[in-house]
């Protein structure tokens, strides 16, 4: 398989509040000397504890923030996040993103048809975009006409697939979902899961998680990476990391993952 999208050497720092009146503004390092490779097709997963430098790693390669240090390319082109938003319509075309909060990300004064084809008609998708919005409900499990309602009539389940439909309504090469699934309960997380690989097996979609939830991960993904404290820690085949670790903060970090001992029998 050829690589889809490629970083090398990303770093990504941030100037911190000062700590006296006169100091100076201390850097962060949010993101340090990051290589990545995901081939085309593929489904990698990025888990590490909150502040591992995940989101920051996906907002480079979506080229929704610039890098301090480091290169990003998409199918060999260079990713220039610093260019115009009208420049960057061929990489938006070939990517799609589902963040953690459905109500958040939705607009609640759009109707949902409107929330679906917004892309559509954001990056010139040329056709018919009611029969587009109409199609993409119909394969996230919603029916047509919920492309007249709001995103207050639904349920949580129901507006990330809503969600769901917006990110892959242009039909993108790559889709990312940064905690999609962790505002949902046990049901409904089984009901998306099983969505995204249906999806991703019928439209050859290449596939970034980033998840909290190991179980997520290990269901959805071939690869994984290990993230701490901005750096990469272990990455490889998705069974191979989780069940048999080499990196001793990946250890800690599945040691952590609570479990229910079993009820004894005996009165």
């Known amino acids: 398989m050829s690589v889809l999208v490629s970083g090398r050497g990303l770093s990504r720092a ?3 509040p000062r700590r006296g ?3 100076p503004r201390p850097l962060t390092h949010a993101l340090r000397d990051v290589d990545l490779d995901v081939e085309e097709g593929s489904a990698l997963g990025i888990i590490g504890e909150s502040g591992s430098g995940k989101s920051t790693l996906v907002r480079l390669l979506l080229g929704l923030d610039s890098p301090t240090s480091g290169t990003v390319s998409f199918d060999g082109r260079p990713v220039d996040a610093t260019a115009s938003a009208r420049s960057l319509h061929w990489l938006r075309r070939q990517t799609g993103i589902v963040f ?7 607009d609640p004064r759009m109707s949902v048809g409107a929330i679906v084809a917004e892309p559509l008609w954001a990056l010139r998708i040329p056709g018919d975009h009611r029969a587009r919005v109409e199609e993409v409900l119909g394969d996230v ?7 007249a309602r709001y995103p207050h009539e639904f349920s949580g389940g129901q507006r990330q697939r809503i969600a769901l439909a917006r990110a892959i309504a242009h039909r993108p090469r790559l889709l990312i979902g940064d905690e999609p699934l962790s505002a949902l309960d046990v049901t409904v997380r089984a009901q998306i899961l099983e969505l995204l690989t249906e999806l991703r097996t019928r439209d050859a979609l290449t596939l ?6 190991i179980g997520v991960v290990q269901s959805l993904c071939d690869q994984v990476v290990v993230m701490k404290d901005g750096v990469v820690a272990e990455r490889g085949a ?7 670790p080499q990196a001793a903060y990946t250890r800690r970090l599945l040691a952590a993952i609570p479990t229910i001992a079993p009820r004894d029998p005996t009165p």
């Open 100 to 106: 953690q909060d459905p109500y958040a990300s939705l």
């Open 141 to 147: 499990g919603l029916d047509a006409d919920a492309a």
């Open 238 to 244: 998705t069974e191979q990391v989780l069940l048999h």
């Open 14 to 16: 941030y100037r911190a």
């Open 21 to 23: 009146v006169f100091g």
């Open 208 to 213: 970034i998680m980033v998840s909290h939830d």
